[in-house]
């Protein structure tokens, strides 16, 4: 069996294309409808009440649109909202954080473990749950990197200003002897060069991105859900809740290529 109807993703703005970026490179034949919650960003410093809510009316939106599955391309909701939107919508939900933390004990050898993520990731301890299920003996060493997030947003990717930033956290999270380091948040693997700088190559950067990916393919093909092969090209909509004209501006640094037209969308309600 196979299904063409698209498949639904969201994040709080722009980051997440880092997500369908990967999704479009290794799944190419399936459609996306993309959701960026730009009127309500940043998530990473929000409640896990509030940003629970926001992504149930988010899934909301996207089964109005007819979407086979949700991928939740956000950390901080993967981190926060996933149990509720499992629990609320039938069509089968993946995050980003089991797929990290799969990733994550698959490259460590030492078992201790970095994670990097914004405030609510990391204080959600949701990585560290998900990496200790898988193996109750690893180590999880978190650290919140919240000023990551606007300097990549503003293209400082290789600045020395963000060099110090990416110094400050990390240097107390390297004192920890890690031997690997989740990007637990979208915007973290455009930094990927300049966070191996001050990390050295003994620290393996996991990006969330490309296994997230892989678990989408996995889920389709268990779920037999897949497009069916040589369907006449994929396609691609975006929506946001703001600013369209921005998110296409910024989004081709995340997607790595233009977009096509955004559409603004009024969904749930505001703070
Ligand atoms: N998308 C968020 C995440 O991955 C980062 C941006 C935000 O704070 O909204 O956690």
């Given amino acids: 069996m196979t299904d063409a109807l698209p498949i639904g993703m969201f994040d709080s703005g722009v980051g997440g294309l880092t997500v369908l970026r990967e999704v479009m490179r ?27 809510r926001f992504s149930l009316e988010i899934g909301q939106f996207l089964l109005q649109e007819k979407v086979k599955m949700i991928v939740v391309a956000c950390n901080t909701a993967s981190a926060f909202a996933l149990p509720t939107m499992r629990q609320k919508f039938k069509v089968p939900i993946v995050g980003v954080v089991a797929p990290g933390a799969r990733a994550a004990l698959a490259a460590t050898q030492s078992r201790r473990i970095g994670v990097i993520g914004t405030e609510g990731t990391i204080e959600s301890q ?68 300049l966070l191996g700088q001050v990390t050295g190559p ?24 897949e497009a069916p092969s040589g369907s006449s090209g994929a396609m691609r909509y975006f929506y946001v809740s703001d600013a369209p004209e921005k998110f296409e501006k910024i989004g081709r640094r995340f997607l790595g290529q233009e977009l096509p037209a955004v559409k603004r969308v009024d969904i749930g309600s505001w703070i």
């Fill in 26 to 52: 290794q799944l190419p034949g399936e459609s996306t409808v993309y959701f960026g919650d730009t009127a309500r960003v940043p998530y990473g410093s929000k409640s896990r009440d509030v940003i629970t």
């Fill in 126 to 193: 949701a990585y560290s749950e998900a990496i200790h299920y898988l193996d109750p003996k690893a180590e999880v060493f978190g650290q919140a990197c919240p000023l990551i997030v606007p300097l990549v947003e503003e293209g400082w990717l290789e600045k020395p200003l963000a060099l110090e930033v990416v110094k400050e956290y990390l240097t107390p999270l390297l004192t920890n002897r890690i031997d690997s380091l989740v990007l637990g948040c979208t915007h973290y693997p455009l930094l990927k060069n």
């Fill in 202 to 225: 003994g620290v393996k950067l996991i990006d969330s991105a490309e296994e997230t990916a892989r678990a989408v393919g996995q889920k389709l093909r268990e779920d037999k859900l």
